[in-house]
């Protein structure tokens, strides 16, 4: 993930994500893209990923990495993500 990438990621968890969870188990990261947590820390969920079902990317303590569903408990109903385009216009 570049620097742009990993910005916007970071800037979309400060708003909430699509939804929270809590993690049920300490999870190692096994590469550079999965998220290292432990029990009880929140995570802040940025999306599915795509063709992979149950895992997600996500945000916990400044780190944006995937994880599967089966080591956290989501708090609600994840909201549906919004694709918007920005006019880059002054």
Sequence with gaps: MDALELSRWTRF???????KC???Q??????????M???DDEIIVLMQIPD?????????????GKFHAQTVHFHSKLKRP???K????A
Excluded: H, P, Q
């Design 86 to 89: 920005r006019n880059s216009s």
């Design 13 to 19: 968890a400060a708003k909430g994500g699509i939804g």
């Design 37 to 39: 947590f432990l029990k």
């Design 22 to 24: 809590t993690a049920i």
């Design 26 to 35: 300490d999870c190692v990261a096994e590469s550079s893209e999965d998220l």
């Design 52 to 64: 992979n079902e149950g895992v997600y990317l996500g945000y916990c303590e400044g780190v944006v």
């Design 82 to 84: 919004v694709m918007t």
